[in-house]
């Protein structure tokens, strides 16, 4: 047996870059040690960020990276580093922004960028580049010399457009503050105005393929229906593309209609074929919001769509451990979606007569094939319209399809699964601890707290070192320093499950990590930068206002220390919170619809929401608990605390048991009289 050569990446714990490893690419990751290469050589970098799900990653490695010819010119050029776009968000954030400076066009994976030794500033980049001339783009290889020989002849030319660069990045890392700005809630009729003009009315969702699931801009819906039925004047426009878009995806192919859990996103206008990976950070949110929606309509389909979601992760997106694995590739046997497609044939031989006359038409194994001659199952046929087709009952058509589903299920078991990258990040698996705990809550499952419990021990027995967050951990191994996203988002989940299980012992946590974000994170004029103080110094220290993929850490920050700031009346937090709107007020001013969660934060800063403190023995407070749980209340804070609970902050230790059960509702500072009856409690809250 002869020895696999291996580059510099094999001793990484990225699954991404250890798929690298065995290239013949002289791959390095991003380190002194690379970077001090590329300067006493004068090579420039060649930059290149994916991540493990990522299928044009896949085919650019396959068709450049593993070729020898091509690895001899870039090791020849270039000082190659290779970048985990999930490990290193920073660095994603910052060449992202690059690129679109430099190209004018929108990023994507794989990025990449060509930067100059001494500063590790860009002068070239793209994304996918392919190894023959086609799409209109160059062959790599002939790039290549390209890019290298303007390095050599052009370095002036290279200077002056740095300097324009860096300016301009620097602009968009720090945000005009509006020293005059009043904070106003004119935003939020702003972005629900701008989201009802991106939505798609006939399909549900925003805009075109492909299309995304934006679960931010849906909690925004969300909560403006919320805010509007309590004022009496309920927009019911709001809930209604809230529904249409989240019964549409329910039962598209975005959402797996076999094993459960999202795809990343739909590739056409009627969420039918998606693009196949499942990322952690989509499943999270989705879950939240499907839980919310079933206690605010009683729909089961969204009660349903929440369950299976679960089922997933618990099934195959949860470590031993506890902690949450990062996503599954959209590819198997080299094909992107193989693991999920069927034939009718197929079908039909899994099925009884009885089970494939109703999934056939449910899932249009009846039509033509819709996913490269093969049936990718989407739902067709609605379930009144099959039962009268069968002359049957539409719970008998249930009970088939139920059926139906766990056989396929069990026979899809059997084939070559998609890769899973099973890193554990703390960030994403915040977002999933916040929608395993709002699932619990709102659908009444203890499962799923226990869940988010174990989620929530892994972090803090392997990822929470000497008073400090670790961003990532694969194999027992926690690295790298974590960023804003990552303890921000880690405290909301915290609140989250505080509302399901009382543990005095996750409220310090949420504590210690609030008053991290305070010291090492928060910039001087207000808001907070992506990376600590004592990160490692990038060429650019961002401020993340606007969502993407996922929610912007200030805007996350903000809400967070709303929250703790009113429930323990904490006037630093508020302040701080206070400071962070101001200082970006004008980007939710020019841009509503993209900083939902900012938006979020402004809404409980002007008009807080309730919080309702329980006191009681443990069985007890737990019945007056569910009484908050059953209604969708996404500006209600409800907090059951046993009357043996230990080491409380103060705020909390002051709402004092009494004999029996008792109540406190709070409203910003203000707090009603103790309700001591559970009718009146549930009055209260009507």
């Given amino acids: 047996m002869t020895d696999v050569k291996t580059n510099h990446l094999a001793g990484e714990t990225s699954p991404y870059l250890l798929q690298h490893a065995d290239n013949p690419v002289d791959w390095h990751p991003w380190g002194e040690e690379a970077l001090a290469l590329a300067r006493n050589q004068d090579k420039p970098i060649l930059l290149s960020i994916g991540y493990s799900a990522c299928h044009w990653c896949h085919v650019m490695a396959h068709e450049s990276f593993e070729d020898p010819g091509v690895a001899q010119v870039m090791n020849e050029l270039f000082v190659n580093i290779k970048v985990d776009r999930e490990e290193r968000p920073d660095l994603d954030k910052i060449y992202q922004v690059a690129h679109s400076l430099l190209t004018q066009r929108n990023?994507?994976?794989?990025?990449?960028?060509?930067?100059?030794?001494?500063?590790?500033?860009?002068?070239?980049?793209?994304?996918?580049?392919?190894?023959?001339?086609?799409?209109?783009?160059?062959?790599?290889?002939?790039?290549?010399?390209?890019?290298?020989?303007?390095?050599?002849?052009?370095?002036?030319?290279?200077?002056?457009?740095?300097?324009?660069?860096?300016?301009?990045?620097?602009?968009?890392?720090?945000?005009?503050?509006?020293?005059?700005?009043?904070?106003?809630?004119?935003?939020?009729?702003?972005?629900?105005?701008?989201?009802?003009?991106?939505?798609?009315?006939?399909?549900?969702?925003?805009?075109?393929?492909?299309?995304?699931?934006?679960?931010?801009?849906?909690?925004?819906?969300?909560?403006?229906?919320?805010?509007?039925?309590?004022?009496?004047?309920?927009?019911?426009?709001?809930?209604?593309?809230?529904?249409?878009?989240?019964?549409?995806?329910?039962?598209?192919?975005?959402?797996?209609?076999?094993?459960?859990?999202?795809?990343?996103?739909?590739?056409?206008?009627?969420?039918?074929?998606?693009?196949?990976?499942?990322?952690?950070?989509?499943?999270?949110?989705?879950?939240?919001?499907?839980?919310?929606?079933?206690?605010?309509?009683?729909?089961?389909?969204?009660?349903?769509?929440?369950?299976?979601t679960a089922a997933w992760v618990m099934r195959e997106m949860q470590s031993p451990e506890g902690g949450y694995y990062s996503s599954l590739d959209a590819d198997s046997e080299g094909e992107e979606g193989r693991f999920y497609v069927w034939t009718p044939d197929e079908a039909q031989a899994a099925l009884s007569a009885e089970e494939y006359a109703a999934f056939a038409p449910r899932y249009g194994l009846e039509r033509a094939a819709n996913f490269e001659g093969r049936w990718y199952p989407h739902v067709f046929a609605r379930i009144d319209t099959i039962a009268a087709d069968l002359n049957i009952d539409t719970a008998e058509v249930e009970r088939r399809l139920d059926s139906a589903r766990d056989k396929l299920f069990t026979l899809r078991e059997q084939r070559v699964r998609p890769g899973r990258d099973d890193k554990i990040l703390t960030a994403w698996n915040a977002l999933m601890i916040r929608g395993m705990a709002i699932a619990a809550r709102q659908l009444q499952r203890p499962d799923y707290a226990d869940s988010a419990e174990q989620a929530l021990e892994f972090i803090r027995n392997t990822l929470?070192?000497?008073?400090?967050?670790?961003?990532?951990?694969?194999?027992?191994?926690?690295?790298?320093?974590?960023?804003?996203?990552?303890?921000?988002?880690?405290?909301?989940?915290?609140?989250?499950?505080?509302?399901?299980?009382?543990?005095?012992?996750?409220?310090?946590?949420?504590?210690?990590?609030?008053?991290?974000?305070?010291?090492?994170?928060?910039?001087?004029?207000?808001?907070?930068?992506?990376?600590?103080d004592d990160h490692e110094a990038l060429i650019q220290r961002p401020k993340p206002v606007h969502d993407d993929s996922q929610p912007a850490g200030n805007g996350v920050a903000a809400h967070v220390l709303v929250r703790l700031g009113h429930l323990l009346a904490e006037p630093r937090y508020l302040d701080a919170a206070e400071a962070t709107l101001r200082a970006l007020w004008l980007p939710m001013e020019q841009n509503a619809f993209a900083c939902t969660r900012l938006i979020d934060a402004l809404e409980e800063f002007l008009d807080p929401g309730e919080a309702v403190i329980l006191r009681g023995e443990t069985e007890a407070v737990q019945d007056w608990q569910m009484d908050c749980a059953a209604a969708c209340a996404p500006r209600r804070l409800c907090l059951a605390i046993p009357n043996d609970a230990a080491d409380l902050p103060d705020a909390l230790a002051e709402k004092i048991p009494r004999e029996g059960t008792i109540a406190y509702i709070c409203t910003g500072t203000r707090c009603s009289p103790p309700i001591s009856r559970r009718e009146e409690l549930r009055e209260a809250l009507a």
């Fill in 464 to 532: 929470w070192q000497d008073g400090r967050l670790l961003a990532t951990c694969k194999d027992g191994r926690a690295h790298l320093n974590a960023y804003l996203d990552d303890h921000v988002y880690l405290i909301d989940a915290i609140l989250e499950l505080l509302q399901v299980r009382w543990n005095s012992a996750d409220m310090q946590f949420a504590l210690e990590l609030t008053e991290v974000v305070l010291r090492h994170f928060q910039a001087d004029d207000g808001g907070f930068y992506f990376t600590a």
């Fill in 107 to 308: 990023g994507g994976w794989p990025l990449t960028m060509f930067l100059t030794p001494e500063e590790c500033i860009p002068f070239f980049g793209g994304t996918y580049f392919p190894k023959q001339p086609r799409f209109g783009l160059p062959g790599f290889t002939e790039l290549l010399q390209r890019v290298a020989d303007f390095y050599r002849e052009r370095k002036d030319a290279i200077a002056t457009q740095n300097q324009d660069l860096m300016r301009a990045m620097q602009a968009i890392a720090a945000p005009q503050r509006v020293e005059s700005a009043e904070l106003s809630l004119l935003p939020l009729d702003v972005a629900r105005r701008q989201l009802e003009e991106q939505y798609d009315a006939a399909r549900g969702g925003f805009g075109q393929a492909p299309k995304f699931p934006h679960p931010g801009s849906l909690e925004r819906l969300l909560r403006h229906w919320d805010r509007s039925r309590r004022q009496g004047n309920p927009d019911t426009r709001a809930l209604e593309m809230l529904t249409h878009t989240l019964e549409r995806m329910a039962l598209g192919g975005i959402n797996d209609q076999i094993g459960g859990g999202f795809c990343r996103y739909s590739t056409d206008d009627d969420w039918m074929i998606p693009h196949f990976e499942k990322m952690l950070y989509d499943n999270g949110p989705l879950l939240a919001l499907y839980s919310q929606l079933h206690a605010a309509t009683g729909e089961p389909l969204f009660a349903r769509t929440a369950h299976s």
